[in-house]
């Protein structure tokens, strides 16, 4: 076990002033891998005063880009060359299979080498305005940034905050997830190594209602960029209001994945399991509704029960492992207690629902991949983020019906589509209230292209250009010639 007793503050590895600890778990056996000093709210004051002093009198903001740009991509090739060492350590701290560990590492690398190549790229505007007047828009960036993450993607949520922030010449202070810090800590260690100057990058540790409350709060703190749930975010929302920051917000789903039946069957089957039961449904993005063509569904929903039935659940440091444990013991009853719900609002259980405690899983805490049918719009478990290995199967008539049910819901982050039909699945993911829509396909996420989503699943985007410029603020600059 490893004691990890300091978080990372003015370029400095400092022990919290509350003197206290934390027991880091592995999901997939209930042992404590680590301790990690518990910060307070005291810590983020000291952390954002580094932050601005880094900012405005050590002038990082003025740093040339090509400066930030050389210590970010030499920040990805560190990662990349330790690319087993953190796999590793997120499938102790977070319990998914290696493998998918393997696929975050390669994507936090290539999200840093995205943002460090675009600091250098042109960002401004040149308008001719009424003569001799002319107008250059420049960007800018926000100030201290306070970044907030959930556990689901530990390392890779780290880099889509990090990057862009840093790439625009913000000063950050980032908070983890207090059930997932490892990573984090050895990401920083990085930071520290490739020779980020004391404050630009601050590391704080500790939970969401002391640590996390007080980077909303905060009057130093000029933009908050949070992960997580919708609840949580809207309470961060009225916290940032004090001082008007400029928030971002990346939140809850519950996502639609409608087969039509002229649909490629087998391609539609495995994205249908593929996009609810990767990461243990623990996903932001997951298809958690599949939505299916009334004459295709009871064939369909065999299929997908039959192979549900075969996904080989297991801790994620074995090779066979295709589905790991829930994150931790309270998640894991919260899952447990919405199958309950979904059987007592009278829906279907077809697969699964329950705990699985044989063969050597009795201490983590696995959940079978669990699919309900017969299910109506307004239960909750077709209405509310259940964030687990749980399918909730809803039938269509027509294509008026597919896109009503998939907007019958408060979140809007993202959707998708099978279909033959090329002209059907564009009007369908045209009508779709969601900010990520895949066609044939679900889940793959490029850096280049920005990632958010419509209603309650959030305000801003992150990734591609877009998240880029959420880290800036836009000034005019207007010349008389
Ligand atoms: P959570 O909201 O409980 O916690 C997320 C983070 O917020 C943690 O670091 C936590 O310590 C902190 N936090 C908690 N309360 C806080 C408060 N009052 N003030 C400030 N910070 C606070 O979410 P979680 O359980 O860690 O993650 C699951 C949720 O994250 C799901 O709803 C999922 O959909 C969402 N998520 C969204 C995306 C996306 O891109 N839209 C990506 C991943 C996860």
Do not use: C
């Given at each position: 076990m490893e004691s990890i007793l300091k978080m990372y503050i003015d370029g400095k590895w400092t022990a919290s002033s509350s003197g206290e600890f934390r027991q880091v778990i592995n999901p997939a056996n209930g042992e404590v891998i680590a301790v990690v000093t518990e910060g307070t709210a005291e810590d983020v004051k000291k952390a954002v005063a580094a932050a601005k002093r880094a900012f405005y009198e050590d002038g990082w903001w003025d740093t040339p880009a090509v400066e930030r740009a050389r210590l970010l991509f030499k920040l990805a090739d560190r990662l990349e060359e330790q690319a087993e060492e953190f796999a590793e350590l997120e499938v102790k701290d977070n319990g998914k299979p290696y493998r998918e560990a393997t696929v975050d590492v390669a994507d936090a690398v290539a999200c840093f080498r995205y943002y460090a190549g675009l600091a250098t790229k042109p960002h401004g505007q040149t308008y001719e305005v009424a003569d001799p007047m002319q107008s250059v828009v420049v960007r800018e960036p926000i100030g201290v940034c306070g970044q907030i993450i959930p556990w689901n993607y530990p390392l890779l949520m780290a880099a889509w905050k990090l990057a862009p922030a840093l790439a625009a010449g913000n000063t950050v202070v980032f908070k983890p997830s207090e059930i997932t810090p490892l990573s984090a800590i050895k990401l920083f260690e990085i930071i520290e190594e490739v020779g980020f100057p004391p404050g630009v990058a601050n590391l704080v540790l500790g939970e969401g209602k002391?640590?996390?409350?007080?980077?909303?709060?905060?009057?130093?703190?000029?933009?908050?960029?949070?992960?997580?749930?919708?609840?949580?975010?809207?309470?961060?929302?009225?916290?940032?209001?004090?001082?008007?920051?400029?928030?971002?917000?990346e939140l809850g789903g519950k996502s639609p994945n409608i087969v039509f039946a002229d649909a490629d069957f087998e391609t539609a089957l495995d994205y249908a399991l593929f996009a609810i039961f990767v990461n243990q449904g623990q996903v932001c993005s997951a298809g958690s509704r599949l939505l299916l063509e009334e004459s295709i569904h009871d064939e369909f929903v065999e299929k997908l029960v039959e192979r549900a039935k075969k996904i080989k659940v297991g801790p994620g440091n074995d090779p066979d492992t295709e589905m790991g444990p829930l994150i931790s013991e309270a998640h894991m009853n919260k899952v447990l207690n919405y199958i309950k719900i979904g059987q007592e609002e009278g829906a279907k259980l077809v697969c699964g629902g329950k705990r699985i405690t044989e063969n050597g899983l009795e201490k983590g805490y696995f959940v079978e991949p669990t699919i309900f049918i017969d299910t109506k719009p307004d239960m909750r478990i077709v209405q509310e983020e259940i964030f687990g290995p749980v399918l909730v199967v809803q039938k269509f008539k027509d294509e008026a019906e597919a896109i009503r049910l998939a907007n019958d819901t408060v979140y809007g982050l993202a959707g998708a589509v099978f279909t033959q039909d090329g002209a059907?699945?564009?009007?369908?993911?045209?009508?779709?209230?969601?900010?990520?829509?895949?066609?044939?396909?679900?889940?793959?996420?490029?850096?280049?292209?920005?990632?958010?989503?419509?209603?309650?699943?959030?305000?801003?985007?992150?990734?591609?250009?877009f998240g880029y410029e959420e880290y800036t603020e836009v000034k005019q600059i207007n010349t008389n010639l």
């Open positions: 002391t640590v996390g409350h007080e980077i909303a709060v905060n009057h130093d703190i000029d933009k908050v960029a949070f992960t997580g749930g919708t609840a949580t975010g809207r309470s961060i929302m009225q916290a940032a209001s004090g001082n008007l920051k400029k928030i971002s917000l059907k699945a564009q009007r369908v993911v045209r009508k779709l209230r969601a900010g990520i829509t895949w066609i044939n396909t679900y889940h793959p996420t490029y850096n280049e292209a920005p990632w958010g989503g419509y209603k309650q699943s959030g305000i801003g985007r992150e990734l591609g250009t």
